[in-house]
């Protein structure tokens, strides 16, 4: 190893192995019925809710440990508005034939349409941004590296503390995304990469059966 500072890794639990297993099957079991929710209640949900799984996202491992990520939490009913217009004129287009035939049909056992009225409705939109260039320090302007790569476990890790937080999600795409950057006031060295809806399920919300059909495990592994 070099000879750059360390220190003891000891944030692990001593656990058997049948310990280890319940562990595993119990996160699988847990993690498996969050669930993409496109119906949500406008009932509002503590700040520190979306704080901490801000702060589990920024745990991510990331490219360089850059931490190429900026999280805009958009909470303002104006801000919320202005979106969801900006969202629905892009997939209105998409829906009317922009997308293609192929993925129109691929999209069709979810019944999405252009109605994007959970913009407005959710009490959080985090609007997630990765960055071309920053490095670790406040202000720095290094190139960054991996950056979709680490936004993505980035995301990844917010969607589970949401979860974990009982709150509904929905990795939101419009497609394209440039206007987010124009609201949020971001920097054109940041992307959009997606939006995170966040808040409670509408009383009566459902989800469509097809997001339930997941792939078994001898389809998704292979063992060598
Ligand atoms: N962005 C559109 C279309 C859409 C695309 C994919 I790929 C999805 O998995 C779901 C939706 C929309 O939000 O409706």
């Given amino acids: 190893m070099s000879d750059v500072p360390h220190i003891p890794y000891t944030a692990l639990p001593a656990l ?5 297993i319940a562990r595993a099957t119990a996160f699988r079991d847990e993690i498996s019925t969050r669930r993409s929710c496109r119906m949500f209640a406008d009932t509002p949900v503590p700040r520190a809710v979306i704080e901490n799984a801000i702060l589990a996202a920024g745990s991510a491992p990331s490219g360089a440990n850059h931490q190429p990520w900026h999280f805009a939490v958009v909470e303002s009913a104006a801000l919320k508005h202005r979106i969801r217009l900006e969202a629905e004129a892009e997939e209105a287009a998409f829906y009317a034939g922009k997308a293609g035939q192929e993925w129109l049909e691929a999209l069709a056992p979810l019944g999405t349409d252009s109605d994007k009225s959970f913009l407005e409705l959710a009490p959080y939109l985090i ?11 406040p202000g720095a302007d290094r190139k960054n590296y991996y950056v979709t790569e ?5 995301c990844g890790f917010m969607l589970a503390a949401l979860h974990a937080a009982g709150l ?19 920097p054109s060295s940041e992307t959009p990469l997606m939006v995170i809806v966040a808040g409670l399920p509408a009383g009566d919300a459902t989800i ?12 998704i592994s292979s063992w060598l």
């Fill in 16 to 20: 058997t192995d049948d310990e280890r």
């Fill in 127 to 137: 609007v997630v941004f990765g960055q071309r260039r920053g490095g670790i320090e």
């Fill in 150 to 154: 680490s936004v993505g476990i980035a």
């Fill in 168 to 186: 509904a999600t929905l990795t939101h795409t419009p497609s394209p995304m440039g206007f987010l950057r124009d609201i949020c006031g971001r």
């Fill in 208 to 219: 469509p059966a097809y997001a339930t059909r997941k792939k078994p495990l001898e389809q």
